[in-house]
């Protein structure tokens, strides 16, 4: 490294000396007025200066930053580790695995692929809730599991052993930002010596990640986020991420919760004003001395919902209340000694009352004015006071065009019961955004207890589960005697990883299936999740609101999203008298006394021991042996892609886009779960058409999420969401559209094999916040295998453009205040792309030829936002061209 500022210097923790790279070497830099955020990033230039991709005026214009120039200059990030879970993971292990056979192809050595920084990934996404409200409901999804991903884990397996640097923590353990955060996180980086002077090197954590959520490590100081599975693989291969210094918003907190405020209505409080302000592509930064009353769980369920706020990251600074976390969930006490030393030398250290950073703006809240509060229909953002919550849902039924039908149907019981518009049909306490926090997971299992002890009940249409995070979750349920209470009520634990929060929420019993089917009714789901968007839940349930865990345990008591829970009875005890929600809402004092004694760091070491040892189920998978993957013809879950088919050592020059037509015109926020396969694959959906070929039953199809690892299943799943509304086949929903010469409705899949057998280039037309929502590679991978040449949009979400050009689909943007009505395109036409310059062009013109009409053109933006960005975009794309690097060697 060129190290132009003499910043590598020696610190002493703990009686040890280590190396580090001083940000007040830098002359001229005011670092307390830096932000936390922006110092790590200036850091990570410091150490990775070489004169070219990270050169002395990057670092300098960093050090320098102008929090109201917007937007700044290019700059490479080296994130210190990827983290993945197993949905995007086992597609990133397929790529590199085929990557290895592309070396050997151009007569290279395969092995050279390997993960050049430290790569984890937890298997957290493939469990369902196919059974529940019973006791052995765990054991017996752990068998299903197994059963289903027995193809998926053993290559998996293969990967663990065959790729080095790279770990996989087995199914059955957590959610991967849990384990992230109570485990694998380092907060300081501490590289063994590779110099002459014997000194290890200190340095901040630092991760992206190929979910989205990945955010949640911001809790406790460590920069990361979210992006695609092709971005984490360059990353992997030590390839670093090019990106623009990004403005800042400093985000003030003051005062503390409130009684019966919990950290899930605080998010969802800060999801709606940094929704409001705009945060798109920015960072959010949390300060200010409300963060003395914010405990580590509630600044990570926080941080994990940046992507709801639509920023990069929102991210705290390391304090006292860090190494309090860092010694409850078992860090060592010289770890923790070196975070503390390494801080305060940075300047990364956050003192109460300091003056806070200069930042792009500001927003402020104070945390006593946060009341209990849900969101929904579709959007984390929408946040709706529990005051307001009838009223609310009362109105956007109406407007749903629901009529207050009802139907009745029989229970397994005997008994007949009557489902109505409104009913919650899941309720389930999930995902990791609360999983992660003892303090709502506490007092959701103190208000089970409190509502079981007054004879209270979920109601019998009520799906209810529990997925706990970590083990740890269950141990201290456990301790605190909270886990029989939530049991009685049929939140028995069904497995630990991402579940309905994802789609995974499994059946419905067939009676209420076909009741809701039937009646036509317009059915709820409430979750303490962080994602609720249409379609995303169960393909049957329309309207799905998140809340707290303890607001769960009470909906799925009132059956209904139609209830006054201030004002109107849960239900009524044996002798008649009217319970209310408030009768049976723990204290604070309750919860934290219950945390008090039943949480310690012995709990978390003994947990995390053997983290990637794994199971009986686990140990006992076999392990293929070999440097290259020995693909298997017959396989329904890990094929060989076809992205380096007939690669050349060099690539085929950038030509413009002729005669190409519209696979599909959509509206506004499409998210990534309308383009990308997730959830249940439908029986009679060209991925089922092919199963069914392949000889798989229907009740084998398993998700699109556990076949990931293969093409030919995912892209017959691209655009093929229920809720999908594609403007060539109005009145339809799904992945429908019109094969345009021929004028024939087709899926979306048939539509464009017929366009490829005749080889017609395809585009996609949308609106504003294309591709909002996870960070789902096959998103990008899906649009590319259908033939897409271009996506042109009136905006994009940050990880789905980067995702495009990551695929080599160009990302291409209407002139403000231009749209697809406003330029009156029907979709119909054929277009022409002229301009692209090799990849260099900022702008290029569309050329639209009406079929009988007359040629007209305009212009739009080309956003490829960087040099890096074109490189990949030259070459096909990044893997093409960290391949293309790594076999020159």
Known sequence: M????????????????????????????????????????????LRHEDGADVTADDIKALAMWDPQSGRGGEIAFTPARVIMQDFTGVPAVVDLATMRDAVAELGGDPLVINPQSPAELVIDHSVQVDVYGAEDALARNTQIEFDRNRERYTFLRWGQRGFDNFAVVPPNTGIVHQVNLERLAHVVFRREANGANGRALLYPDTVVGTDSHTTMINGIGVLGWGVGGIEAEAAMLGQAITML?????????????????????????????????????????????????????DRATLGNMAPEFGSTCGIFPIDEETLRYMALSGRSEQHIALVRDYAKAQGMWRETGAPPARYSALLELNLASVEPSIAGPHRPQDRIAISQAKATITELLRQAGASDASITFETPAGETETLRDSAVLIAAITSCTNTSNPAVMIGAGLLARNARARGLRTKPWVKTSLAPGSQVVTRYLERADLLADLEALGFHVVGYGCTTCIGNSGPLRREIADAVTEG???????????????????????????????????YAIAGTMQIDLPNEPLGHDAAGNAIFLRDIWPSQQDIQAATGTSLDADMFSSTYEDVFTGDAHWRALPVPTGGQFAWEDDSTYVRKPPYFVGLQATPNPIGDIQGARVLALLGDTVTTDHISPAGSIAKDSPAARYLIDHGVKAKDFNSYGSRRGNHEVMMRGTFANIRLRNQLAPGTEGGWTRHIPSGEQLSIYDAAIRYAEDSIPLLVIAGAEYGTGSSRDWAAKGTLLLGVRAVLAKSYERIHRSNLIGMGVLPLQFIDGEDATSLGLSGEETYHVHGLGGGDAERVTIRVLPDGGTERGFEAIVRIDTPKERDYYRHGGILQYVLRQLAAK
């Open 245 to 297: 210094v990004p403005e800042v918003v400093g985000f003030r907190l003051t005062g503390k919760l409130a009684e019966g405020a919990t950290a899930t209505d605080l998010v969802l409080t800060c999801t709606q004003m940094l929704r409001e302000l705009g945060v798109v592509g920015k960072f959010v930064e949390f300060f200010g001395d409300g963060l003395d009353h914010l405990p580590l769980a």
């Open 2 to 45: 060129t190290d132009s500022f003499k910043a590598r210097d020696t610190l002493e923790s703990d009686g040890q000396q280590y190396d580090y790279y001083r940000l007040s070497a830098i002359p001229g830099i005011d670092l307390p007025s830096l932000p936390y955020s922006l110092k790590i990033l200036l850091e990570n230039l």
């Open 520 to 554: 036509q009714l317009t059915a709820c789901s409430v979750l303490s999740g962080n994602r609720n968007f249409e379609g995303r839940i169960h393909p049957l349930v329309r309207m799905n609101f998140l809340a707290s865990p303890p607001l769960v345990v009470a």
